[in-house]
């Protein structure tokens, strides 16, 4: 529903409605992502994405090293007293990155030696996935959609 400062989304709820308003009209499109990390091992960090998932140093600003593949970039900070991901439990999960064959992806990954967090499945969500854990515990999940 338009309103004069933007648009309305109403929402049924048991017995009430919800009304919540969008003041930002049309916003503006997501071309890309990029994700920041921070990590105490730069070098480490980087060699994983290169050797592991194909992706390239893109940039090496100082405390930093950018890597990128296709349209995903991933900005790696040194942050030597930042929490280790690995002690963040459920909440060390940063990314899901959407292929176009993650079976494909998966032999790949495997053939490098690299240890699966989870392994290759289809899921009732209608996507197929892995899971992959850095070496300083950042997970990632990595699929493709079912048709």
Known sequence: MATASG?????????????????LGSMSKIVANHYVLAVHNLEESARWFVNTLGFEICNEPPGWI???????????GWCADSLPAA?????????YLLVDN??????????????????????????REFGLRTPEGHRIMIGHVLS
Not at 16 to 22: G, K, Q
Not at 66 to 76: A, G, Q, T
Not at 103 to 112: F, N
């Open 7 to 23: 648009y309305a989304s109403v929402f049924y709820l048991g017995r009430r409605y919800l009304v919540v308003l969008s003041i």
């Open 66 to 76: 950018f890597v990128k593949r296709d349209n995903c970039m991933i900005m790696l």
């Open 87 to 95: 002690d963040l439990g459920d909440h060390s999960y940063f990314a």
């Open 102 to 127: 993650a079976d494909e992806l998966y032999e790949q990954v495997l053939a490098t030696g690299t240890e699966v967090s989870m392994k290759l499945a289809s899921k009732p969500w209608n996507m």
